[in-house]
């Protein structure tokens, strides 16, 4: 059985980078969790997040894109989201060829009780500092939201 490397495994990152790294990985063992604790595939967790943080509507074409999945298996899941209430389709109003992807509001409601002890823990943590580092902690947390989305739109 491999380990997992430690925090010492690339010394030439600075802590914050690696710190942020672990976050990541604590926030996808918790999008597991949520999924495990909705009855829902990681995959079909992972399409509703899109969906409900994307700036502007997606349709399954870009969903699918974001997801890396075909096509086809795009449309498995928007009909298994779509058939547990957790979404819906709608034509886009400029262009109604297109369909745009949205969130029920039961399934946002769902998504806030199962999140809500976390996200209140997260807001004490936050209120454990003073408004010039919580001013930093913002500036280094979009600044890195931002390094990380264009990394994504490079591929």
């Given at each position: 059985?491999?380990?997992?490397?430690?925090?010492?495994?690339?010394?030439?990152?600075?802590?914050?980078?690696?710190a942020?790294?672990?976050?990541?990985?604590?926030?996808?063992e918790?999008?597991?969790?949520?999924?495990?604790?909705m009855?829902?595939h990681?995959?079909?967790?992972?399409?509703?997040?899109?969906?409900?943080?994307?700036?502007?509507?997606?349709?399954p074409?870009?969903?699918?894109?974001?997801?890396?999945?075909?096509?086809?298996?795009?449309?498995?899941?928007?009909?298994?989201?779509?058939?547990?209430?957790?979404?819906?389709?709608?034509?886009?109003?400029?262009?109604?060829?297109?369909?745009?992807?949205?969130?029920?509001?039961?399934?946002?409601?769902?998504?806030?009780?199962?999140?809500?002890?976390?996200?209140?823990?997260?807001?004490a943590?936050?209120?454990e500092?003073?408004?010039?580092?919580?001013?930093?902690?913002?500036?280094?947390?979009?600044?890195?939201?931002?390094?990380?989305?264009?990394?994504?739109?490079?591929?």
């Amino acid at each position: 059985m491999a380990s997992r490397p430690s925090a010492r495994a690339h010394p030439t990152h600075e802590p914050e980078t690696r710190a942020l790294r672990a976050l990541g990985t604590a926030a996808d063992e918790a999008a597991g969790a949520l999924a495990r604790r909705m009855g829902m595939h990681p995959t079909d967790l992972a399409a509703m997040s899109h969906i409900a943080y994307a700036r502007d509507p997606l349709g399954p074409r870009e969903l699918s894109t974001r997801l890396g999945i075909t096509p086809a298996a795009m449309t498995d899941v928007v009909d298994r989201l779509e058939t547990a209430g957790h979404l819906l389709r709608r034509r886009d109003t400029a262009d109604r060829r297109r369909v745009q992807l949205v969130p029920t509001d039961a399934a946002t409601t769902e998504v806030r009780g199962q999140l809500a002890e976390l996200l209140d823990t997260l807001d004490a943590i936050t209120e454990e500092f003073d408004d010039a580092e919580r001013a930093a902690i913002l500036r280094y947390v979009e600044a890195a939201t931002a390094a990380y989305a264009r990394y994504a739109a490079e591929s």
